[in-house]
């Protein structure tokens, strides 16, 4: 049976549930999966995964949930669940590219890869082993505008619904990011907001933390501040170099980076200011 | 303003969330805390948080919930939000007696301690010091039967709604456990199933674990099977002995009790099967 | 048996552990624990426990281990395990405390809690019931100076090892943190060096971290940036305010201030640069 | 510098700290990293890793270390520290191979993985990708016996100093892993001594349990019962059912799998009794 989710957003009214399930109800759909949650300042979130035994309308079921939320100020996304298709970035790092061609490959993620794109083509033969495109748009001799003008020529060959930052080690633009508004997910190898720019390794050398950590989080227009999705940490001690809490930072980065594409893919993730919530 | 749960579990049916928010949207009710969940064989379960600005009667609102679930075959339980008695039965260990104490005096837990009842009368001096009523009932020349008749005649007369097992060393018969039907939590000393029944650290040490934990679950009349509500684990290495192991171990065991009993104070667990929902 | 400990920290030589357990050797001591390291900038550090199957001559063992360090670089300290004496510094948050005393109380500590010093008379009763002496050096009405004038005279008193800040929420002047240098052991209720400074918890609600954390340190002359000795994460999720956050921090805040007070207590810490090594 | 590593095991004896590091002072070795333990039955465990200025000869080094513990009951192994050839077995489930064969072409471990061995062919593909000899060798239609004989012909062709099960879901018989006695590597899908035996998850998801987990262990001649090298756990809730667990199992199992093998690796695990000694 095809599935649908349903995703709403805005003010908290009285009676959004209700009206939301009333209509489900009076179709015939069964509910999978349903959350909700209303933010302190009183702004409601709701996800409602459904089934349906029957062959649904989709434009009249929306009209549907339209005319149910007319009296409200909520907005409303709805749509058959289905793959969505990513652009990788990648510059010169392979543990999380390794680990999405690999889930891909295997079919274990919610989404098609349809293209790395690298500043480097270091890669390229690892990727070629998964039959994927790869492009290399150097940034050698070009400034940053020409280079993203670039990178954004091919990316968007693809159309892709989500950009994956793999390591992409880039500082982006606003006038890029305002591109993909959204639309971009970074792994950033600190525990955010610990050690934010550049090297955090050695900022977490140098600082003596006990724990390292990896934040996968939406680009926005302020480095490393943009949402953060998810985060795990690890355990080091006085033995790790910087070069050691690399090491195993990667490790952590990589699992993380899926955990968030994960929540992404599976139309799971809001925000609220600047905030995400996880529904 | 008064918080009340509504807590709904039995066969699914279409339409129960909706039938459910319909009393609270027609009653101006606010949903302050809802989740719900359908086990694969079509249980379903929900928690309902919310409050009125309006003074609520209870029994009509109990009525109309009924009405509105009376084609289903649900069972509901409905009350305003209220701190819960509790009994706790200790035996030589103090680690989570002594948690247990702290956190109620300074107002931490949704409960009323109202005794603790021994078979040793080691920890009376501590729980002095909190002026709460202390029983020894020692087992010493009892047979089985008679002491546990002794510790629930002390028992019941503080007419708990829960008994806290805070490191009770004792095993207990079909006839306590049926007297006290899912009232009943202990907290075991290992990561259950693993290393169930006596010593566990001691097992733990032999078998060469590089982790141990800890396990609070509701008690039935299989030792060390009940419903499990919450687990937590630390790690350990080689250089720790079983001795070692129960030491870093009880931190663990406090620590799952508090969790797992701030749920059941919250109604939040559910019983399916001999599995926990916790919504 | 009596054990003693050992450490010896200074100028990486060839030869530092031949030398050393060559004078256990020859003294007839059984090494319980070692454990060493040299850093990058090739600073050895190395801790010892031993015991011996004779008296000690405490004397002219440190005499011999001088002499067998001589042509080296490095300052050795040695001594009898025996427990240490700590004051401990609270404002109005009791989790910490109550923490610290049960387990000194119940003697899990290798430490005499001596006094307990507060600026408020909140904590006084529940620290009576240990039977500790609880002083209140107020700091209404009083400078900075003045203030911590009082309470170093009332800390001197009991000549402690240790001070241990258990939620003491006033900033240290230089001249404090310098009268007990490498002394001072403080809670942080964060993840450092994320959230440094003040409401650690209201600046991680309001970046959206899906962990938050605590680090105990020892205190130096910047505000939360001493060495750190031990940290600990929890999960939180969007449901969580700061409120919640402060919540459920506190759990890992006591647990990891024990860890790393249990670290100092056994002489296992030591500082290089702004980094601990714990062997 | 080639660095060297040397292990002792047996009865201890006072001294042999001082007997070790005596031949490195003599010989110029540093000692790069050291750890030692003595259990409480008393056998000693040392592992050091040391490199040298000069040139070192090899048996004349092992000559005097020899010697050096001529009056003690251990036994030595000294090598240079070289990478080890590993055969890989699998059945049909991909993520412990992936995580292997990206780690090995990547150059992220000390080992060269000379071939994979199954018992089906459905991973070829995948590992081909990688230019690594891929053997099927099918148990239908044959005995245990038969199958095993065939097994061990292929990987004895490649003289393997270790044998890593990364899902291999065929039972050993004694005859196979005396064959490579102490070297094959087991990944579990259950946090052992949990869930011994097949469908662990399964197992897991009928107890309810709150935590689910890995091992890496060296299998022996009890099924699930060989010396613990690594475990690791993650939280999953009631809306896990069996096969959601297994799903966020192997991504448990492959990190624990990764680094039991690197520890083993690295000479690091020594087994007592049934317990590892990780230095």
């Known amino acids: 049976m095809q599935k649908y989710v349903l995703c709403i957003e805005g003010k908290d009214a009285r009676g959004l549930i209700y009206h939301v399930t009333g209509v489900l109800y009076r179709n015939r759909c069964n509910i999978i999966d349903q959350d909700e949650y209303v933010t302190p300042d009183d702004y409601f979130y709701m996800r409602t995964e459904f089934e349906s035994t029957r062959k649904i309308d989709h434009e009249s079921l929306l009209t549907e949930f339209r005319n149910a939320l007319s009296h409200t100020d909520v907005k409303l996304r709805f749509s058959a669940k289905k793959k969505k298709d990513v ?3 990648v510059t010169k790092e392979h543990h ?26 270091i890669l390229e033969p690892f990727v070629q082993k998964f039959n994927i495109p790869f492009h290399t748009v150097s940034h050698e001799g070009l ?12 990316i968007d060959m693809y159309k892709p619904d989500l950009l994956v930052l793999a390591k992409y080690m880039r500082i982006l633009s606003p006038e890029f990011v305002d591109h993909y508004q959204h639309k971009i997910i970074n792994i950033h190898h600190s525990f955010l907001p610990a050690f934010i720019g550049a090297n955090p390794y050695r900022q977490a050398y140098e600082r003596g ?5 990896a934040t996968a989080h939406f680009v926005n227009n302020e480095l490393d501040q943009g949402p953060i999705i998810a985060q795990d940490v690890t355990f ?21 980076l899926i955990k968030g594409l994960k929540l992404v893919l599976a139309d799971r993730v809001f925000i609220h200011d600047n905030r995400t919530i996880i529904l």
């Not at 919610?110 to 790395?116: K, P, R, S």
């Not at 280079?147 to 020529?153: F, T």
């Open 87 to 89: 652009v990788l970035c």
């Open 96 to 121: 999380c590219l390794a680990e999405l061609l690999t889930r891909f490959s295997f079919n274990e993620l919610e989404a098609n890869v349809v293209a790395v794109v690298s500043n480097y083509d």
């Open 143 to 154: 400034t940053r505008e020409k280079h993203e003008e670039a990178v954004m020529e091919v």
């Open 209 to 213: 933390v006990k724990i390292i950590g």
């Open 236 to 256: 080091v001690d006085h033995k790790f170099l910087a070069s050691d809490m690399s090491r195993v930072g990667k490790d952590v980065e990589k699992m993380v």
